[in-house]
């Protein structure tokens, strides 16, 4: 992304971008990689159903539906913030998908979390088979995909010194950590999902280089919690100036709950000289469609938009 290094003050090919955008599972993003393990966890398990939940705008929802439907299983799904009064966005996919949706109130990460456990035990009360996701498919199970992907990534660019995501339940954080074995060539930027990102993503990194059969991952953890604003999912000034720049600059779209706040932490590291001398790979993990939700339409279209 050489206009957009440019516009930071960065050298000629030190900054890139993997484009997990485009997995393609329903309009792509990274859980395919997390559903990859996952599901053919469910399988091995002899399980009927998925279960899984998240915000109102989940990715990992919309992409658990649709591999559940490409496997012929079922999905419950749990989305806390209410019922909207018109699904946009990711929910509107879900509905599309044939979501079994289970509607929550405002409800913390953890709230979320017992929500799912409870649609489970309900629908082994039923008669189902389910199996049971976390949020964001944060497991050690779905982190394997990106041991995988660092791999993956490595070989394309065996250079890369860093690679900067967005950290919402802290599974490709972690995956990707112990997949290059080393947490300093790792940028996680909080988004607001997960209270406790900085306990657990050093706990999964360890646990899950442990069932890769990789070493432990040395150094210091990396996260940048400045860029998450009033909460999961809230617009910010500085997300903003990274959906601009990365469209006007390299006609790359970005979303406002994941890939924007991520951006936004970039361009702060690579404004502080943070990244001089460095190559960066940032890493796409998809979520246009929560551009298209009501809440975001206006923040878009307003003066910087036009």
């Not at 929550?104 to 629908?123: F, H, K, N, P």
């Not at 469209?247 to 970005?254: F, I, P, Q, W």
């Not at 406002?256 to 932490?265: C, E, I, R």
Request: proline share 5%; charged share 25%; net charge negative.
């Amino acid at each position: 992304m050489d206009r957009l290094g440019a516009a930071l003050g960065l050298a000629p090919g030190a900054l890139w971008v993997k484009r997990d955008d485009c997995t393609g599972l329903a309009g792509g993003g990274n859980k395919a990689r997390k559903l990859e393990y996952l599901c053919a966890e469910a399988i091995a398990d002899g399980c009927d159903t998925l279960v899984t939940g998240g915000g109102r705008q989940s990715n990992h929802v919309r992409m658990t539906v649709a591999a559940a439907n490409r496997l012929g299983l079922g999905c419950t799904v749990v989305l806390a913030g209410g019922r909207p009064s018109r699904p946009t966005g990711n929910v509107l996919l879900d509905h599309l998908l044939g979501a079994d949706i289970v509607w929550v109130d405002d409800a913390g990460y953890y709230a979320t979390e017992t929500a799912i456990d409870d649609t489970c035990a309900r629908l082994r009360a039923d008669g189902r088979r389910p199996y049971a996701m976390p949020i964001g498919g944060a497991s050690v199970t779905g982190a394997l995909g990106y041991v995988a992907a660092a791999d993956e990534l490595v070989g394309q660019l065996p250079d890369v010194d860093l690679v900067v995501t967005a950290d919402g339940s802290g599974g490709t954080h972690a995956g990707l950590v112990a997949g290059l074995g080393d947490h300093e060539r790792v940028l996680g930027v909080d988004v607001g999902t997960r209270p406790d990102l900085a306990e657990r993503v050093p706990e999964k990194a360890a646990e899950i280089a442990a069932r890769a059969g990789r070493p432990e991952p040395t150094r210091r953890l990396q996260l940048d919690r400045d860029h998450f604003g009033a909460g999961y999912g809230a617009p910010t000034d500085a997300s903003r100036e990274g959906l601009d720049l990365a469209a006007r600059c390299e006609g790359l779209v970005l979303d406002p709950v994941y890939t924007g706040k991520a951006m936004a932490g970039l361009i702060a590291a690579a404004r502080r000289g943070d990244l001089a001398g460095r190559r960066i790979v940032f890493l796409h993990t998809g979520g246009m469609p929560a551009l298209f939700a009501n809440a975001y339409a206006d923040w878009i279209a307003g003066p910087r938009g036009e």
